[in-house]
């Protein structure tokens, strides 16, 4: 079993629609949870952290984490051209101990179509 | 400016060579990382060092050595053990010990001719 899925897409979408890209993690005893954006051919970006059940919004980015389900989403309102690249979802694999090791899933990459 | 620095961009290997990427920041964190990125494949570690002088192995350490003598760096060296070194080597650095919050460094793109 994969410690983290994501549909790896494509996920095609309107410019200003609403794209929702989700996450599931298999270790119940994560804690950290992060999503980070990827332009093809350059490094991932961190967008969005989040630490505790609910919502969590910054800007047009919305990340929803359940951990009684084990799902971590990531909301993007008002979609835009420029938000077209692959979204990597992040989990923290060391409860309890200071090595943040990260596990990534292998990204959902997201079209914004005009 | 504070951030993470790789070099070279692009890196270029014949087999049976040995090759060290670099990997410089300026933001004073003490934890550094090493992933590797295939196509289509999720970020995989390599290496990690929570300190100065010492370091561990991450998930696919095979073929691979790191060093860091300084807090600022943390060179990775390819060697000619590692069978399969075409891909994308990304470096990360940690702020603090409460949240895992990895930012990266542009990367390197390492082929094997």
């Known amino acids: 079993q994969k410690e983290v899925e994501q549909n790896s897409g494509p996920l095609s979408v309107p410019e200003g629609a609403i794209a929702s890209l989700n996450c599931t993690y298999s270790?119940?005893?994560?804690?950290?949870f992060f999503w980070y954006r990827q332009y093809s051919g350059k490094s991932p970006e961190l967008i969005m952290s989040?630490?505790?059940?609910g919502d969590k919004e910054d800007g047009r980015f919305t990340a929803q984490l359940n951990k009684a389900s084990q799902y971590v989403s990531l909301l993007i309102r008002d979609s835009q051209p420029s938000d077209s690249a692959t979204y990597l979802c992040?989990?923290?694999?060391?409860?309890?101990?200071?090595?943040?090791?990260?596990?990534f899933g292998r990204g959902t990459q997201l079209t914004v179509w005009p | 400016d504070g951030g993470i620095t790789q070099s070279p961009k692009y890196l270029f290997r014949k087999e049976g060579q040995n090759v060290t990427l670099s990997c410089e920041q300026n933001l004073n964190h003490d934890a550094m990382y090493w992933y590797r990125q295939d196509p289509g494949q999720g970020l995989r570690l390599i290496y990690y060092?929570?300190?100065?002088?010492?370091?561990q192995k991450g998930d696919i350490a095979e073929g691979y050595s790191v060093s860091r003598e300084k807090k600022e760096s943390f060179p990775l060296t390819v060697t000619s053990a590692q069978k399969n070194p075409t891909a994308f080597y990304l470096c990360a650095s940690r702020a603090g010990q409460t949240y895992n919050e990895q930012f990266f460094g542009p990367g390197t793109r390492l082929t094997v001719l």
């Open positions: 992040a989990v923290n694999r060391d409860r309890g101990s200071t090595l943040g090791r990260l596990y």
């Open positions: 270790d119940r005893v994560s804690q950290s």
């Open positions: 989040i630490y505790s059940n």
């Open positions: 060092s929570q300190i100065v002088n010492d370091f």
